[in-house]
């Protein structure tokens, strides 16, 4: 296993240059760029940038890279948030921006195959054209490729489900640079082990996935929003989980607490209310859609919800959404100069409200400022808090008080992550949520499929033992 950082030599920035037509960088600026993801983790430079254009490419470069002993971190668009696409030893980012054609569409089936390298609002783009759309939904314009090693899920997954349930077949090139494809195109499927969903999620630890088949929906007749405030986190979170509870089928329900809302106002030039609020989508007929908003309604008085709203305007309803998918965003541009950790946890939709209660009151004791918000009709949600990286040691005492939280989320029955992923920022966690004997199974299969750790080191797991 690698365990130190690795620099390419000439000769070997020569050889792989030759396998990709040239299309290798070590420019400052594009080193740099590839150094980072959308986390606090500190920038590690990777020693080169491939840009890759075919599978075939893919193949080369691992084959040629396993044999040198060459780490290798696969890169889409760098909006990962547990630190994924950091080249933590040196070696090679490996590009599939390039790779983003869209391949086949076939409404009849209700499928689409796709490069990694396309991004999420150019698929839907493209897929409008035939009344469609791809559910999955992490708020950022990340890339299928980036979206499946992260297992991605996102605000419509109560309704669509998340990568695990959206992609039905894909192409991965293993470390040695064999070729797989795995999974069908049918809706069932029980020939052999499930390999396809062992790549997604697996963080570009096993594989470099680079051509995906994916599940898509017709767009619905009708689309409403609503909105509804609540006197605190607890009431707001009880009354997502009555609705779940009730089998009214929302497509989105988001949670945003006072900060959030206050944040979002700020940076889309909204007047929300700055109260504890859940954001509501219902997909369906329209008469379906008023009905079931009209029951939304009903069951959030009984949690003190009031200033309930709804809209089936077109406008309207993408203002609203595009706001939550910018909470990110509009949270850094609320602290200039600094970063946001941002974590995902998620348990069972009957310990929800316990759950985000405990880790408001843990953030509470600490001087950081932090909001929460999250998908809360699926028991996810999401702490983001603030560091400044300028004052040493900030950011790891933050990853203490997370990990705290974690730890109580844990006991409860629940997840480290439900939707970002491990990264190098919950390896600890996933012994804990896991025990050592599953981790020492996931060991195997890692050492089964890349023999000398060349891809993606240092994340999800470590070879310390």
């Known amino acids: 296993m690698l365990t130190h950082r690795v620099d390419l030599t000439t000769d070997q920035i020569r050889q792989i240059g030759a396998l990709v037509d040239g299309r290798i960088s ?21 020693s080169a940038v491939v ?25 889409g668009a760098g909006t990962a948030l547990e630190g994924h696409v950091v080249p933590l030893l040196g ?62 899920a996102g605000t419509t997954t109560v309704r669509y489900g998340s990568m695990r349930e959206n992609v039905m077949a894909l192409t991965a090139v293993l470390a040695d640079g064999t070729i797989i494809h795995v999974g069908r195109e049918t809706r069932k499927l ?33 689309m409403a929003a609503a909105v509804v405030r609540f006197p605190n986190l607890t009431n707001g979170v009880a009354a997502a989980t009555a609705i779940v509870k009730m089998g009214i089928a929302v497509a989105r329900c988001e949670f945003l607490d006072s900060k959030c809302i206050k944040y979002l106002n700020a940076y889309d030039g909204l007047s929300l209310k700055e109260e504890p609020t859940l954001f509501f989508e219902f997909h369906g007929t329209p008469r379906g859609v008023e009905e079931d908003a009209l029951s939304v309604q009903e069951i959030v008085r009984e949690f003190d919800g009031t200033d309930f709203e709804w809209t089936s305007d077109e406008g309207q309803r993408r203002k609203l959404w595009s706001a939550r998918h910018n909470s990110h965003w509009a949270t850094l541009a609320a602290h200039p100069g600094k970063k946001s950790v941002s974590t995902d946890m998620a348990v069972p939709l009957s310990r929800l409200a316990d759950a985000v209660a405990i880790a408001e009151a843990t953030l509470s004791q600490h001087r950081f400022p932090h909001s929460i918000l999250g998908h809360v009709a699926d028991g996810n949600f999401h702490c983001q808090i603030i560091t400044d990286p300028e004052i040493d040691g900030q950011t790891e005492e933050i990853r203490v008080v997370v990990n705290e939280i974690t730890l109580e989320i844990i006991a409860m029955g629940g997840t480290c992550t439900g939707e970002h992923g491990i990264g190098a920022g919950k390896i600890a966690a996933l012994v804990a949520e896991t025990g050592t004997a599953a981790v020492d199974v996931m060991r195997s299969i890692k050492l089964a499929l890349d023999v000398n750790g060349i891809l993606n080191p240092g994340k999800v797991f470590l070879f310390d033992r």
Not at 122 to 146: C, W
Request: charge should be negative; charged fraction near 20%; hydrophobic fraction near 45%.
């Open 26 to 46: 070590t420019h400052s600026s594009v080193l740099e760029q590839h150094s980072h993801d959308e986390s606090a983790f500190v920038p590690v430079l990777p």
């Open 91 to 152: 070696g090679i980012s490996l590009d599939l921006s390039l790779m983003d054609k869209i391949l086949d569409v076939r409404p009849d089936d209700l499928l689409v195959r796709v490069e990694a390298g396309v991004h999420r609002l150019a698929l839907n783009e493209r897929l409008a054209r035939e009344g469609l759309f791809f559910s999955v939904d992490p708020g950022a314009d990340a890339t299928i490729g980036g979206m499946c090693a992260t297992g991605a």
């Open 51 to 75: 840009m890759v254009k075919t599978t075939e490419e893919v193949s080369a470069v691992l084959a040629f890279c396993n044999l040198e002993r060459i780490p290798v971190v696969a890169f």
């Open 190 to 222: 029980s020939a052999g082990y499930d390999l396809t969903r062992l790549l997604v999620g697996s963080e570009g630890t096993l594989a470099v996935i680079t051509e995906v088949t994916l599940r898509v929906f017709g767009i619905p007749e009708k």
